[in-house]
């Protein structure tokens, strides 16, 4: 039973095989029609005459098209006179002609039908290729075996000795009018990706618009819009969501994209390069050709209104196709030799590339080279906003972070008077007490504290080794201007890499001052002592201030309502915020003892 079913299906498979294949046989099949160039207009009546008369077959071949000419021709079907025979209606497909009309013979009168394309016709279109055809009953043919066509050719210019028209039946047209051949399939597959390619940049370049608020991202998304639109002509499936259905109306639109290409890719150059700020006399040349082809784009659409069959509309563009490809041409030039920054290096190649592949679609007639062109000079531009992306972000950070040295430099600057003030004043206190060699000791001890500040005025960061010796100078001094009334102890690790870890300079002592003014000072009874301990975290350096002063409940009591915040201590808050800007986050944690106060101060690793 299984062999049977199988039998059956593969004897299926191959009657419907063949039952195509013999369907394919009257699919497209070619006609090459007799031609008769007049230089006068003629009307059906007298080109019967001359087709009775065989002067069809007399005439000088036609050659290349003229648009002064009155060309027709007289399609004859005798050789296919099998599937004539056989067929009630067959399709015809004119292809290639423009202002032109079909003469049929009707109920004992001549019937003409419009095949003018952007114009109101009696053409239908397949659905699934870009193929116009005309449906004919057999019985309308001259003498049951032709039809004549006239036509005015107003744009093109074909080599009418080679031209070819053809038919088919209503079913092979039917079964086979979707079937899309290897030639036809590649340039499908380079539309759609190309499709691809420009949706998802135009996404990408929309949403960097929202964020970033540069035109260039517009235009750029411009651009690549109207060279889909451009494009969508190689696929009917695509071109009928701009229009398709509508000849005239896509004529236009396909016209004036070529022109919007060329606007919006210069408008993106200018920008993406920064013209006006970089090469201000280039600029006003490319702002000069923007307006021009603003300009051109107005003339062609009134052109094309009044008559899309223009000479003078296809040569205003051919004109518009060389001189952008000279201006193409001039600008990489001036771009190697004149641009500062590496940014040129991508709209050189982008440009040369896609004006190679436009200048290639030009003079062999395939878009796909031109299409090729595009994708890869958008993917050039899209790498190049990258790197020009980076390349903002990176000189952002450095002016980020040039502005946070300078503006820590400042407040560090403030912070020094504060020291040198109390310091000299500590020296004006001993000396009027009459403490001499306390005031000479300590005079001493101020000089260098001072050098240590002024050789490393320079650094915003010093390593904590320095920082720790400057500490043990400013405790020294504190220990004079007091009488030696309190003790200090600071904890290092000996021989660690901690030595070496850079800190913003002075940025404990602030709230080692705090300790000895607010917390100590105030003691009556009992040693006074601070403690500095610094530990090596992973991520961190903690530094811990400790004292066994009065605590910061007796020592808010004590001010009263006299309370003036420490400059030094604000100072250094704002430091350390600063600081976390560009690295970890410090943290100060202050911790009430049963005897003075410990503060913990996390400090980021440089």
């Given at each position: 039973?299984?062999?049977?079913?199988?039998?059956?299906?593969?004897?299926f498979l191959l009657a419907?095989?063949?039952?195509?294949?013999?369907?394919?046989?009257?699919?497209?099949?070619?006609?090459?029609?007799?031609?008769?160039?007049?230089?006068?207009?003629?009307?059906?009546?007298?080109?019967?005459?001359?087709?009775?008369?065989?002067?069809?077959?007399?005439?000088?071949?036609?050659?290349?098209?003229?648009?002064?000419?009155?060309?027709?021709?007289?399609?004859?079907?005798?050789?296919?006179?099998?599937?004539?025979?056989?067929?009630?209606?067959?399709?015809?497909?004119?292809?290639?002609?423009?202002?032109?009309?079909?003469?049929?013979?009707?109920?004992?009168?001549?019937?003409?039908?419009?095949?003018?394309?952007?114009?109101?016709?009696?053409?239908?279109?397949?659905?699934?290729?870009?193929?116009?055809?005309?449906?004919?009953?057999?019985?309308?043919?001259?003498?049951?075996?032709?039809?004549?066509?006239?036509?005015?050719?107003?744009?093109?210019?074909?080599?009418?000795?080679?031209?070819?028209?053809?038919?088919?039946?209503?079913?092979?047209?039917?079964?086979?009018?979707?079937?899309?051949?290897?030639?036809?399939?590649?340039?499908?597959?380079?539309?759609?990706?190309?499709?691809?390619?420009?949706?998802?940049?135009?996404?990408?370049?929309?949403?960097?618009?929202?964020?970033?608020?540069?035109?260039?991202?517009?235009?750029?998304?411009?651009?690549?819009?109207?060279?889909?639109?451009?494009?969508?002509?190689?696929?009917?499936?695509?071109?009928?969501?701009?229009?398709?259905?509508?000849?005239?109306?896509?004529?236009?639109?396909?016209?004036?994209?070529?022109?919007?290409?060329?606007?919006?890719?210069?408008?993106?150059?200018?920008?993406?390069?920064?013209?006006?700020?970089v090469t201000p006399t280039?600029?006003?040349?490319?702002?000069?050709?923007?307006?021009?082809?603003?300009?051109?784009?107005?003339?062609?659409?009134?052109?094309?209104?009044?008559?899309?069959?223009?000479?003078?509309?296809?040569?205003?563009?051919?004109?518009?196709?060389?001189?952008?490809?000279?201006?193409?041409?001039?600008?990489?030039?001036?771009?190697?030799?004149?641009?500062?920054?590496?940014?040129?290096?991508?709209?050189?190649?982008?440009?040369?590339?896609?004006?190679?592949?436009?200048?290639?679609?030009?003079?062999?007639?395939?878009?796909?080279?031109?299409?090729?062109?595009?994708?890869?000079?958008?993917?050039?531009?899209?790498?190049?906003?990258?790197?020009?992306?980076?390349?903002?972000?990176?000189?952002?950070?450095?002016?980020?972070?040039?502005?946070?040295?300078?503006?820590?430099?400042?407040?560090?600057?403030?912070?020094?008077?504060?020291?040198?003030?109390?310091?000299?004043?500590?020296?004006?206190?001993?000396?009027?007490?009459?403490?001499?060699?306390?005031?000479?000791?300590?005079?001493?001890?101020?000089?260098?504290?001072?050098?240590?500040?002024?050789?490393?005025?320079?650094?915003?960061?010093?390593?904590?080794?320095?920082?720790?010796?400057?500490?043990?100078?400013?405790?020294?001094?504190?220990?004079?201007?007091?009488?030696?009334?309190?003790?200090?102890?600071?904890?290092?690790?000996?021989?660690?890499?901690?030595?070496?870890?850079?800190?913003?300079?002075?940025?404990?002592?602030?709230?080692?001052?705090?300790?000895?003014?607010?917390?100590?000072?105030p003691k009556q009874f009992?040693?006074?002592?601070?403690?500095?301990?610094?530990?090596?975290?992973?991520?961190?350096?903690?530094?811990?201030?400790?004292?066994?002063?009065?605590?910061?409940?007796?020592?808010?009591?004590?001010?009263?309502?006299?309370?003036?915040?420490?400059?030094?201590?604000?100072?250094?808050?704002?430091?350390?915020?600063?600081?976390?800007?560009?690295?970890?986050?410090?943290?100060?944690?202050?911790?009430?003892?049963?005897?003075?106060?410990?503060?913990?101060?996390?400090?980021?690793?440089?």
């Amino acid at each position: 039973m299984k062999i049977t079913n199988f039998l059956l299906f593969h004897f299926f498979l191959l009657a419907t095989t063949a039952f195509a294949q013999d369907l394919s046989a009257s699919y497209q099949v070619t006609l090459v029609p007799r031609v008769l160039r007049l230089e006068n207009p003629a009307n059906i009546d007298s080109i019967l005459d001359l087709s009775s008369n065989g002067l069809f077959n007399q005439k000088e071949p036609p050659g290349i098209a003229h648009r002064n000419y009155e060309y027709w021709f007289e399609v004859d079907f005798s050789a296919h006179s099998k599937i004539i025979n056989q067929a009630d209606t067959i399709y015809f497909y004119p292809g290639g002609v423009e202002i032109s009309q079909l003469y049929l013979f009707s109920s004992g009168k001549i019937k003409e039908l419009n095949l003018t394309l952007m114009a109101e016709n009696d053409l239908k279109r397949s659905k699934h290729q870009n193929l116009h055809y005309v449906p004919i009953s057999v019985s309308d043919l001259f003498d049951s075996t032709k039809l004549f066509i006239k036509s005015r050719y107003l744009r093109g210019t074909p080599d009418l000795d080679k031209k070819i028209f053809a038919f088919s039946t209503p079913e092979a047209h039917n079964l086979l009018a979707g079937y899309i051949g290897p030639n036809s399939f590649k340039v499908q597959v380079l539309a759609y990706f190309f499709l691809g390619v420009a949706a998802v940049l135009m996404i990408f370049n929309l949403i960097l618009f929202i964020y970033v608020k540069e035109y260039q991202f517009i235009y750029y998304g411009a651009f690549l819009l109207f060279q889909l639109i451009y494009y969508s002509r190689i696929s009917p499936n695509l071109a009928y969501y701009f229009g398709f259905d509508f000849p005239w109306f896509y004529f236009w639109l396909t016209t004036v994209s070529q022109l919007l290409i060329n606007l919006f890719y210069l408008l993106f150059i200018r920008y993406f390069l920064e013209f006006p700020r970089v090469t201000p006399t280039f600029d006003h040349l490319v702002k000069g050709i923007a307006l021009m082809l603003m300009g051109m784009v107005l003339i062609n659409s009134i052109i094309i209104f009044f008559n899309p069959y223009s000479l003078f509309q296809s040569q205003l563009m051919d004109v518009q196709r060389y001189f952008m490809a000279g201006f193409a041409l001039f600008g990489v030039i001036y771009l190697w030799f004149f641009y500062p920054t590496k940014l040129k290096y991508f709209v050189i190649a982008g440009t040369l590339i896609f004006t190679s592949g436009a200048l290639m679609t030009m003079f062999f007639l395939k878009l796909d080279y031109m299409i090729a062109g595009s994708a890869i000079e958008s993917t050039i531009f899209a790498l190049g906003l990258s790197y020009k992306i980076k390349t903002i972000s990176q000189e952002k950070q450095s002016a980020e972070k040039d502005a946070f040295q300078t503006k820590l430099g400042a407040l560090r600057a403030q912070i020094n008077p504060h020291f040198i003030f109390n310091s000299l004043s500590s020296i004006q206190h001993l000396i009027n007490s009459g403490q001499k060699d306390a005031a000479l000791s300590y005079l001493s001890k101020f000089s260098k504290f001072v050098r240590q500040i002024l050789e490393n005025s320079i650094d915003i960061h010093v390593t904590l080794e320095k920082e720790v010796e400057l500490l043990r100078v400013y405790l020294d001094l504190e220990s004079l201007r007091f009488d030696h009334s309190f003790s200090y102890e600071i904890d290092f690790p000996k021989n660690s890499e901690l030595n070496y870890q850079e800190v913003p300079m002075l940025i404990v002592q602030p709230f080692v001052e705090n300790a000895i003014k607010h917390g100590l000072m105030p003691k009556q009874f009992g040693d006074r002592k601070v403690w500095i301990r610094f530990f090596d975290k992973r991520t961190h350096i903690l530094c811990e201030v400790e004292d066994n002063g009065i605590g910061r409940n007796a020592s808010a009591a004590a001010k009263g309502n006299i309370h003036r915040p420490s400059r030094g201590m604000t100072l250094t808050e704002e430091r350390l915020k600063m600081v976390n800007e560009i690295g970890n986050q410090p943290q100060i944690i202050i911790e009430d003892l049963d005897e003075g106060t410990k503060i913990s101060i996390k400090l980021p690793k440089q």
